[in-house]
């Protein structure tokens, strides 16, 4: 203490203010952190909303229940497939579109949703979604009551010049729509397009007579293709169908009818989201299209073996999908 009253007046502040500055790079430190971790905290670290906009049981929904499964076990976090019907799809996509852009939504984007943006009051617009990948591309195409009196893509052309036979479709608008009237339009056809929003109803239209002929893609229509309640007359598709078991079915660009619209289903993240979110999303479904389980599951649903497009390409594919829309369009005003 005696040292302390014999210095100099003032010559504790230097110690003092010294102490206050080392307080003060402590205190920062800590709170520098505490703050730290939330800020790099590593993603995905709370499960990620898979948006379905269809019901259970679709196409939609199988490639999301196949998708998540696969996908969980890369990324350490679960992907519960949420199912939001509606409105061909827009329901759900309206929920992917007013939910953060945080990478914690996905949702699958099927060609019959993606038909609507070429209407004259789209639902939303391309430039809205960033497509992370195109996952399954499947033929469309017109099949009817094996038990009925149409064998061939002839014999419907043959009937629907002389009456008006009904196409059971997703709903208007859809490909399923738009390829309808272009070949009525095109081939002088006698075609009505009836919407069946619901699957079920859909393919139980052609077997109870509500329909007489249904637009479906190859997978979907599996089980009662293999039991040989449908036969299918006509794919449109660009070329030949690469699955064994509709190698005698015509196509459409055979026929020089240009109008394809292959199915695809696409999964998406809403624009905006943080692009190293992006890639990783990006990067793990990549990684489960190259698993034998999403293989086994393209093979199962006829699908073309050929069907992934990476994220690189995604915004291409889509765009010239969306363009031959609004040619088909155009040509049957």
């Known amino acids: 203490m005696k040292a302390i009253r014999g210095e100099r007046p003032g010559s504790g502040a230097a110690p003092r203010a010294s102490w206050r500055k080392r307080l003060g790079r402590a205190v920062a430190t800590l709170g520098l952190a505490a703050v730290l971790p939330l800020a790099h905290a590593a993603y995905p670290d709370h499960p990620i909303n898979f948006i379905v906009p269809w019901g259970p049981g679709g196409g939609a929904d199988l490639l999301a229940r196949t998708s998540s499964k696969i996908m969980q076990q890369q990324l350490g976090v679960s992907l519960p497939v949420i199912n939001v019907p509606g409105a061909d799809g827009v329901v759900g996509m309206t929920k992917l579109l007013t939910s953060p852009a945080d990478g914690y939504s996905v949702a ?38 094996a038990k009925g009196p149409w064998k061939t893509w002839q014999d419907v052309v043959n009937a629907a010049k002389k009456k008006t036979l009904t196409v059971a479709v997703t709903g208007f608008g859809s490909a399923d729509d738009i390829s309808t009237r272009y070949l009525a339009h095109k081939l002088h056809l006698h075609l009505q397009s009836v919407p069946f929003s619901k699957p079920g109803q859909r393919y139980g239209s052609i077997l109870g007579g509500n329909a007489d002929i249904l637009y479906e893609q190859t997978g979907d229509v599996r089980s009662y293709f293999d039991s040989g309640k449908f036969r299918p007359v006509l794919f449109f598709y660009p070329h030949p169908v690469p699955i064994p078991a509709f190698s005698k ?15 695809f289903r696409a999964i998406v993240v809403r624009a905006g989201t943080p692009p190293d979110r992006v890639k990783k999303l990006a990067d793990a479904l990549y990684k489960v299209s190259q698993t034998q389980a999403f293989k086994d599951y393209l093979t199962q649903q006829y699908a073309d073996p050929d069907s992934y497009v990476s994220m690189q390409h995604a915004q291409a594919f889509m765009a010239s999908w969306l363009k031959q829309a609004e040619q088909t369009i155009a040509e049957t005003k």
């Not at 004259?120 to 033929?139: D, T």
């Open 249 to 263: 079915v015509p196509v459409s660009a055979q026929l020089g009818l240009h109008v394809t619209l292959p199915q």
């Open 108 to 145: 699958v984007l099927i060609g019959d949703t993606f038909a609507l943006l070429s209407t004259k009051h789209p639902p939303f617009q391309l430039n809205q979604v960033i497509p992370l990948a195109i996952m399954i591309q499947q033929p469309s195409g017109y099949w009817v009551n």
